[in-house]
T-cell receptor, first 115, second 115 residues
Framework: KAGVTQTPRYLIKTRGQQVTLSCSPI?????VSWYQQTPGQGLQFLFE???????NKGNFPGRFSGRQFSNSRSEMNVSTLELGDSALYLC??????????????FGPGTRLTVL | AQSVAQPEDQVNVAEGNPLTVKCTYS??????LFWYVQYPNRGLQFLLK??????LVKGSYGFEAEFNKSQTSFHLKKPSALVSDSALYFC?????????????FGTGTRLKVLA
């Protein structure tokens, strides 16, 4: 089974631009979560999607948005980029169950650099 | 509110010695607890989880973790460390009674195994 894939792997943008990151989950996984990883802040939860609906959202400004498609693929968008948005963005998928104890499977991440 | 603490930013251990990476949590209900490992330039990989039952959980690569409800801890252990175990380790918690689907991650502990 193919793992979680993320594209692109590396991205360089300038302040004020916008960016779209893509994530393809493991086949059969309907839950997709996004995280921002920085050296100082660790892993910060952005949002989670299940069946095209945002189920949960972290404490990020409205410039960060996402969506999920009917095939479970997900995208996240960051508008009006700021220098502080430079980070590794990780996507994770999991089997959704009512018990919610499934582990997450992470992609390799997209390294975003904002100049 | 749910939270996870990894009190040590870095742990150094000699190869062949036992290792412990500490994690404590705070949730209102009975937690689901997870450990993940991250190698350089990679996403996180699942190591093990505690859902219910036996307090000692065995996982990948010879790692195990002990759930201690009275101390609200879930420390990661390995009897004999390898140089290849050097990586960044994350503890995560999910509260099944919270009504959310969020995983809360600790800030990570860098493990260095010295030859």
């Amino acid at each position: 089974k193919a793992g979680v894939t993320q594209t692109p792997r590396y991205l360089i943008k300038t302040r004020g631009q916008q960016v779209t990151l893509s994530c393809s989950p493991i086949s059969g996984h309907r839950s997709v979560s996004w995280y921002q990883q920085t050296p100082g802040q660790g892993l910060q939860f952005l949002f989670e999607y299940f069946s095209e609906t945002q189920r949960n959202k972290g404490n990020f400004p409205g410039r960060f948005s996402g969506r999920q498609f009917s095939n479970s693929r997900s995208e996240m968008n960051v508008s009006t980029l700021e220098l502080g948005d430079s980070a590794l963005y990780l996507c994770a998928s999991s089997l959704a169950s009512s018990q919610n104890y499934n582990e997450q499977f992470f992609g390799p991440g997209t390294r975003l650099t904002v100049l | 509110a749910q939270s996870v603490a990894q009190p040590e930013d870095q742990v150094n251990v000699a190869e062949g010695n036992p290792l412990t990476v500490k994690c404590t949590y705070s949730v209102s209900g009975n937690p689901y607890l997870f450990w993940y490992v991250q190698y350089p330039n990679r996403g996180l990989q699942f190591l093990l989880k505690y859902i219910t039952g036996d307090n000692l959980v065995k996982g990948s690569y010879g790692f195990e973790a002990e759930f201690n409800k009275s101390q609200t801890s879930f420390h990661l252990k390995k009897p004999s460390a390898l140089v290849s175990d050097s990586a960044l380790y994350f503890c995560a918690v999910r509260d099944p009674t919270s009504g959310t689907y969020k995983y809360i991650f600790g800030t990570g502990t860098r493990l260095k195994v010295l030859a």
